[in-house]
């Protein structure tokens, strides 16, 4: 059985509802867009994180 927002044991009734407007209202705006300055952050540390091994090496 999968299980959905209104059936999940730990939010439902009131909270379940709130959530759901709310989710419903996010789901409406616009999407966030990175600038350019922002890409090139985010690129440099993708690279970086392509030297990283793991586990580390013992010497």
Known sequence: MAMTIKTS?????????????????????????????QRKVLSTMLDSAKDIIFPPRKN
């Open 9 to 37: 044991p730990e939010l439902w009734g009131e909270d379940a509802i709130r959530f759901t407007e709310e989710a419903e209202r996010n789901s409406k705006l616009p999407t966030p867009k990175l600038s350019k300055e």
